[in-house]
């Protein structure tokens, strides 16, 4: 990896890693882990995995049909 370059164009691919359904002493919710990772000229600069917690309330959550597990990549460019 190397770092990103302030001020130049990036491309950053998402996908969902995994989805599980958990029981908590407040209800039911789910933990959703996706994963980013950021390019420069075709290199990867950043890979990070973020944990989102969606949590059942008054109005349930509905989960984009991107979130579910097996989702393909989805590649964006970023920049000017």
Not at 12 to 17: A, H, R, S
Request: aromatic fraction near 8%; glycine fraction near 10%.
């Amino acid at each position: 990896m190397r770092p990103l370059r302030i001020g130049q164009p990036a491309q950053m691919k998402e996908q969902v890693l995994r989805r599980s359904d958990k029981q908590g002493r407040s209800g039911h919710f789910h933990v959703v882990t996706a994963e980013y990772q950021y390019f420069q000229d075709g290199a990867l600069c950043v890979r990070e995995e973020r944990d989102i917690v969606y949590l059942q309330g008054r109005f349930p959550p509905s989960l984009p049909g991107r979130m579910n597990s097996g989702s393909r990549p989805r590649l964006r460019t970023l920049g000017h």
